[in-house]
């Protein structure tokens, strides 16, 4: 069965603009996770999606966005890019929150 | 405030040889570890968990070991080969939101397996 998909691979954005990152789970999976990851800090938890409810929140601002949508499709909104956004954002999904298999990611670069 | 260190960043051994790779958290709170491998250009993937009711998980080549008093695990690769050459990452989740919905990840170690 297809894997967690997300696209785009690769992005470059400039300072202030906004970016939207998306997600699909693999099919039947109604949790999705996004993470952000920085060579400094690692792994770090953005928000969890169950049945489009946010469930978990990570401690980022609220410039970081998501939303899920009945199909359990996942999408990450960032505005008013900084530098310091640029990273790997990874989504992850799970059939009932155990068990999280992640996608490839999306490179983030704002320059 | 770093809840789970990997406090080595990297780690070198011999083909064939047992990897230890260490990893201590903070976070009373922590009911369920797991450990990722990582390539380059790819998603973490799932290699092994354990719930902190047991002490011992093995799967295959790969064990990983509890330490509660401690706030301690290792996972440990026997006998190790250059295909795990990888960054392995630490990670943790509190009982109160369910294994795995919430994930706390160490910093990685980046595992070198010489041939």
């Known amino acids: 069965k297809a894997g967690v998909t997300q696209t785009p691979r690769y992005l470059i954005k400039t300072r202030g603009q906004q970016v939207t990152l998306s997600c699909s789970p693999i099919?039947?999976?109604?949790?999705v996770s996004w993470y952000q990851q920085t060579p400094g800090q690692g792994l770090q938890f953005l928000f969890e999606?169950?049945?489009?409810?946010?469930?978990n929140k990570g401690n980022f601002p609220g410039r970081f966005s998501g939303r899920q949508f009945s199909n359990s499709r996942s999408e990450m909104n960032v505005s008013t890019l900084e530098l310091g956004d640029s990273a790997l954002y990874l989504c992850?999904?799970?059939?009932?929150?155990?068990?999280?298999?992640f996608g490839s990611g999306t490179r983030l670069t704002v320059v | 405030d770093q809840q789970v260190k990997q406090n080595s960043p990297s780690l070198s051994v011999q083909e064939g040889r047992i990897s230890i790779l260490n990893c201590d958290y903070t976070?009373?709170?922590?009911?369920?570890f797991l450990w990722y491998k990582k390539y380059p250009a790819e998603g973490p993937t799932f290699l092994i968990s354990?719930?902190?009711?047991?002490d011992k998980n093995e799967d295959g080549r790969f064990t990983v070991f509890l330490n509660k008093s401690a706030k301690h695990l290792s996972l440990h690769i026997v006998p190790s080969q250059p295909g795990d050459s990888a960054v392995y990452f630490c990670?943790?989740?509190?009982?109160?939101?369910?294994?795995?919905?919430?994930?706390?990840f160490g910093k990685g170690i980046t595992l070198s397996v010489r041939p």
């Open positions: 354990i719930s902190s009711i047991k």
């Open positions: 990670a943790a989740s509190p009982s109160d939101t369910g294994a795995n919905s919430k994930l706390t």
């Open positions: 976070n009373s709170m922590f009911d369920y």
């Open positions: 992850a999904s799970s059939l009932v929150g155990y068990g999280y298999t």
């Open positions: 099919s039947g999976h109604r949790s």
């Open positions: 999606y169950f049945s489009e409810t946010q469930r």
